[in-house]
């Protein structure tokens, strides 16, 4: 392409030659001694129907249906932000402040981007939450949001960034009972409480 429509420079002679093309009118002649416009215009039509959106990854789909399941996740989440006490390294802390306020969002009809972490928001979470065709200009899909930090929770904790703090109300123990062994936070890693 860059042949055709601009003026060459031969390295070796210095010898400069014109481009094959001056015009556009000329260079879409030279595509359609190829293929015809409209057929070219379809297969680029079709490469856009199957090619996933740029802001997409291979994980879209699966959550896409996982927020229809939210009556699933609804029973416990309140639970889990009241009753579980976590701590987090700094790594973790932003997943740990979003998690707690999500037992305030369930069950409204608007949220704002301003009430959520968007930094937490990667690949097709951001448009699952930010741009879902059901939405009203200026509000989030707080569903996919709640999904969203719960999956980020799941992650940190598998790499300690967040960890459940030990209190006495998690034990199922009566008060004159030791507490059980718990698995220490790796050496150097700091712990924040709320």
């Known amino acids: 392409m860059f042949d055709s429509t601009s003026e060459q420079v031969d390295t070796d002679t210095g010898e400069i030659t014109p481009p094959e093309v001056e015009t556009l009118e000329a260079m879409w002649e030279r595509i359609e001694q190829v293929v015809p416009r409209h057929e070219l215009a379809a297969a680029i039509a079709a490469l856009f129907e199957l090619t996933p959106p740029l802001d997409s990854d291979a994980d879209e789909a699966w959550r896409t249906q996982l927020v229809t399941r939210f009556g699933t996740v609804r029973p416990f989440l309140k639970l889990l932000v009241t009753v579980v006490d976590f701590g987090a390294t700094p790594e973790g802390l932003p997943v740990r402040k979003a998690l707690k306020p999500l037992s305030d969002l369930m069950g409204r ?3 704002g981007p301003a009430e959520i972490d968007t930094g937490l928001l990667t ?3 951001r448009r699952l939450v930010l741009c879902a065709p059901h939405l009203e200009p200026g509000t989030v899909d707080w569903k996919a949001y709640a999904f969203c930090v719960l999956e980020q929770v799941h992650r940190m904790l598998r790499s300690k960034q967040v960890l459940r703090t030990p209190t006495r109300t998690h034990f ?8 059980r062994p718990r698995r220490l936070p790796r050496r150097g890693t700091t712990l924040l409480r709320r």
Do not use: L, Q, T
């Open 109 to 111: 009809k608007k949220v």
């Open 172 to 179: 199922n123990a009566s008060p004159k009972s030791p507490p």
């Open 123 to 125: 690949g097709s979470w």
